[in-house]
């Protein structure tokens, strides 16, 4: 007779503050900032909505992980990314503590990280419904995409804006030097139509108006992205998108048409050079740069920048910044150049310089960790949290809320429009986000 294994699937714990939250980090400010609390896993819940016999927990308390192993299972895995391996490390001995038999997986991109295998009987790379529903006997016929509904709220706690999750891809096959993502997939999958129509309805249902496309590199598959966006039109729903400069500059117009309310851009860097040399495909630099001053009055922006590249030093990354906080973006994600286990910019940097960290915890892309010929890791991360505050003054909020509020007046005129933005603030405060 088969044993059924009975599997719980976890990610780290919560943190002291009660959630995480990039867009506080990304401003480096308590008050006059937006957050963007991380209240759910995207991975966990697409396993759990392809296999519903799997037991999950999101950032779980102390407590509720060792209550939830009380149970028994044959089987613990964990969600992690590179710089969460040692808190994870802690919660297997806990879950061995439970259970000294008890099997142990791990996956996400942290599985990517170089001698980790002893403290796991399994590590699994890329999307992993089909092989876990292949180890439980389970087969999967098509991914269901599940609904995944976050909300960004003020500083007060006043949430804003309930946001649909919605991949219509997973994985990207180019080869940006830094990314982890190709090694973790580097064939991308379509999320097949039929799928996101049933999120979309699910969204709609839960009067959900926004959603943000979380795909690697949006717009991979040009036919199947344009099917999906008019299903968004269609369905009254807004949208944004993570995508490459390359791409967004292409296709703006017709997606601001067709309901586009912002993008999320690598920018990554102001020099041509360095562009080359890290394998981005993007535009030139000061095209970007001309390009971003052309659509910013219309879509939201949020650029990525990394600093600390080889060729930087304090004057160059001053200057950088001053030019990023001049485009005015919505948001403005830097970060310190971070070489990542199974990327080919960790081979180059430790060929070149030598990487000298050996504490996970500081692969954060917030810390130096590789021999820099012209910074020390304390003035970088210095520099880093000066361009964080320089990039995000207090007026950022204002100059994006009303951004929004001339889109929605343009669209349906100035009550209706102060109506929607109320209707979107009461669903936000009344949603259930815990349901699956
Ligand atoms: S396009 Fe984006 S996801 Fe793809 S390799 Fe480059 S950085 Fe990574």
Redesign the pocket.
Known sequence: MKIEKRVLLTTMPMPDEGYWDNFRRDTQRRVFTYSFPRINSFGLRFLKYNIPKIGILEYPTHDEYVQALEKGYDIVGYSFYVNEIDEIIGMIKTAKRARRDVEIWGGNYGALTPGIEEHFDELMIGYGEERIAAKLGLKIDRIRHPPLIWYVQTSFGLKINPVGILFTTRG?????D?????SFCSKPQKITLESIKEVIEIYRERGIREVIIYD??FSLFPKHTRKVIELLAQSGIHWFC?T?VDHLSRNWREWYEMNMLGAFI?I?SFSQDTLASM???TMDASDTVDFVKEVHEFIYLLGFFIIGYEGDTGRSVTDDVNTLRGLKLDHTQIRILTPLPRTPLWDDIEDSYGIFERDWSRYDTMHLVWNHPHFEPDELRKLLIRSLLKCHPRTYLVRSQLKFARRFTSERGFFRAGLYLLKNMWRANTLDYTSR
């Not at 830094?178 to 190709?182: A, V």
């Open positions: 990207c096959p180019l080869r940006c830094f990314c982890q993502t190709p690697e590199n993570m490459t690598g990554e394998n981005k495909i």
